[in-house]
């Protein structure tokens, strides 16, 4: 059976990135389990309910998009947010919706970035407007 835990399942391989993420979702109200790799990830999966994946694309082993992938396989109702300091040509072959911030990215550019994933994540009396620059949407190529 599995169990809710945490809204926002974050997968960072570079520690420090991941502390900072990790309390920025905090400060922001939010819940969030991380860990550093997609293994340790996909095991957090067959146990737990997730609203949100917050993966970056480049991790040790399995990478963010192909963890991405198996994520929205195993529970369809996942969000996906992928993150990257470099290019993002490799995601356009995804057959699922996600979307992309690129690094580095500061807090507001990540609250924009989930809200526009999932609007009830931010309560309907917060004034955000997602400029187009900051994340990149993908939709399924089908």
Known sequence: MKHYVPAILLVEDDVSLRYLTSDILTALNMSVQSVSTAEKALELLIENDYKLLLADIHLPGMT?????????????????????????????????????????YNTRQLQLAIRELDEEAFSPSAKLETPASVVQSRSPNI
Do not use: C, H, W, Y
Request: no cysteine; net charge positive; proline share 7%.
């Open 64 to 104: 963010g998009l192909e963890l991405a992938a198996k994520a929205v396989a195993m529970q369809p109702q996942i969000k996906v947010l992928l993150t990257s300091g470099a290019g993002f040509l490799v995601a356009d072959r995804m057959n699922f919706e996600f979307a992309l911030l690129p690094k580095p």
